[in-house]
């Protein structure tokens, strides 16, 4: 079958040939004429209706040229500031000039005022007791106002008289006038989910943590906060979803986001190179939980739905760590061979860029978006905080 542009092609063809052959006067000599130039002119005033556009890509991704020099890219924190293998960060959304950052290997949070401004600074704070309240913290959340959670991949005894497998997630307050990272600020400590390298915030004093040990998902609510530094957890509720369905990687966050327009969780997995959607909507109430350090509910969960959202192998990922969800898209920070990708609500890749030249594979885990859509990610092994930002920023 003959394309209509290649019909039009002929026609135009013939005509400058039958030009050639009977030219008119005042036209110069028709047969230097070039027919490549005139086809030329031809092909550039076709439609291009048959040729797809070329993708646009997300400016702060570098347009879809995928290179390090087709972003800004800027270190906005160190470990002259205090970062000590950062796992995790997170912009406060009450102050967002506020980025905190957790430090696994100082059991410490680093606050950063003002990241990539003249009037930065940095705080990082651990106070007594978080060798147990933050021990090696992997991940963080912003809940209800004044409220924060961290999760601790850690699973050995971090105080006398309790076991190895105590650990769980630990609620906060959020006041920088009163948060220090220990025992006398923290807010509640619900217990049972040792390992645990990844935690979102759903609602209230909900959050769903990555239970490492388990290889499941764990629903906490941590119910009615108790004083500072208090020690009453009777009113919490843990249901944990997925027990043994999920793969822990030690060292490396499978980070999470819940969705609140869908009620839906995303989890990454770096030790199977995927990222997974778990619906809980269906899920019942299953059997009890023990042992039961809290002496509050916990039961496992039957049923929910577990499915692969994205197959990294698929969109050259490798190790699919950080994961945030702004505006419909999907942030993914691969530990594996330091890219940023995006995704659309379908799974589907929309832009990369490739960062390996700056933050050498094996870096990239947690991953944060602020206010102007900027980037933000942690590079574990040489202590800095990275801000990826379109070169118009400049």
């Excluded at 961290?150 to 948060?179: C, H, K, Y």
Aim: with cysteine; charged share 15%; hydrophobic share 40%.
């Amino acid at each position: 079958m003959v394309s209509r542009s290649q019909s039009i092609r002929a026609l135009l063809l013939s005509s400058l040939v039958f030009g050639a052959c009977g030219g008119t006067a005042g036209t110069g000599n028709p047969m230097t004429a070039d027919p490549d130039a005139s086809m030329a002119a031809v092909d550039a005033s076709m439609p291009a209706a048959d040729v797809p556009p070329a993708p646009m890509g997300l400016p702060v991704l570098g347009g879809f040229r995928h290179t390090p020099e087709s972003v800004r890219v800027t270190v906005v924190a160190t470990a002259d500031d205090g970062l000590d293998s950062p796992r995790d960060l997170a912009f406060n959304p009450e102050s967002p000039d506020q980025l905190w950052i957790t430090n696994f290997g100082s059991n410490s949070i680093t606050i950063v005022f003002g990241p990539g401004t003249a009037d930065r600074f940095a705080d990082t704070r651990g106070a007594p007791g978080a060798e147990h309240f933050l021990a090696q913290p992997a991940a963080l959340a912003f809940g209800a106002p004044g409220m924060l959670a961290t999760a601790q991949e850690i699973n050995v005894a971090t105080q006398r008289n309790t076991p190895a497998d105590f650990m769980g997630p630990t609620l906060w307050d959020s006041n920088i006038e009163i948060f220090n990272g220990g025992h006398s600020t923290h807010l509640d400590m619900l217990h049972n989910s040792p390992s645990s390298n990844g935690i979102a915030w759903e609602t209230a004093n909900v959050y769903w943590v990555v239970d490492g040990a388990h290889r499941a998902l764990a629903r906490y609510d941590f119910g009615e906060p108790h004083e500072h530094g208090g020690e009453d957890h009777s009113d919490g509720v843990l249901r944990r979803f997925a027990d043994g369905m999920l793969q822990h990687m030690p060292g490396v966050s499978a980070h999470l986001e819940y969705d609140h327009a869908n009620s839906r969780l995303y989890v990454t997995q770096p030790a199977t190179n995927q990222v997974l959607m778990f619906d809980p909507a269906e899920a019942t109430l299953g059997t009890r939980i023990s042992p039961n350090y809290d002496g509050s509910r916990q039961n496992r969960m039957n049923g929910g739905t577990m499915q692969p959202f994205i197959n990294g192998a698929e969109h050259g990922l490798m190790r699919p760590s950080g994961i945030a969800l702004v505006n419909d898209v999907f942030y993914i920070a691969d530990n594996g061979n330091s890219t940023v990708t995006a995704f659309n609500r379908e799974g589907q890749r929309i832009d990369w860029v490739d960062l390996s030249s700056v933050s050498a594979p094996g870096t990239l885990q947690g991953i944060a978006l602020d206010g102007r859509g900027y980037i933000y990610v942690t590079d574990t092994v040489g202590n800095r905080v990275l801000e990826i930002a379109p070169l118009s920023a400049m």
